[in-house]
C-alpha cells in the first residue's frame, strides 16, 4: 500500500449486480476495466447467481466503472444493480482482482 501520493479522494462502494451475469466473462471483463480505470478491489460471483464486487478508486472512477457494471458486456443481462457506499475506515486495495465464489 501507498501512501497517498495525488490528494484526490478514495472512495470505497459495494456493488451487488443482479441478472444473467455468471457464466459468461462477467468477473473477467470486471478485472480488465477496473485495472485500465486504475480502480482497486475485488469482484466474486455468489452463490445467488449475482455479482458483487468492491471499488475503490476516485469519486471519476467510480463513476465509469458503475456505469460500465450497470449496462454490463454484451452478453450480459443486468435486471438490478445496487451501490453501497462504504464508509471510512476502509481497507486499502492494492489491485482488482476475480475472488472465489461465496
Do not use: K
Request: charged share 25%; aromatic share 6%; proline share 5%.
Amino acid at each position: 500500500m501507498e501512501s497517498g501520493e495525488n490528494d484526490e479522494p478514495l472512495e470505497t462502494r459495494l456493488v451487488r449486480v443482479r441478472g444473467q451475469v455468471q457464466g459468461i466473462g462477467y468477473r473477467e471483463a470486471c478485472v480488465r476495466r477496473a485495472s485500465a480505470l486504475g480502480v482497486t478491489g475485488w469482484v466474486r460471483n455468489r452463490m445467488d447467481g449475482s455479482v458483487e464486487a468492491m471499488l475503490q478508486g476516485s469519486p471519476e472512477q467510480l463513476a465509469t466503472l458503475c456505469a460500465w457494471l450497470s449496462e454490463g458486456m454484451p452478453a450480459a443481462l443486468v435486471d438490478a444493480f445496487e451501490v453501497t457506499e462504504v464508509q471510512p475506515p476502509f481497507a486499502r486495495f492494492d489491485t482488482f482482482e476475480r475472488l472465489a465464489t461465496q
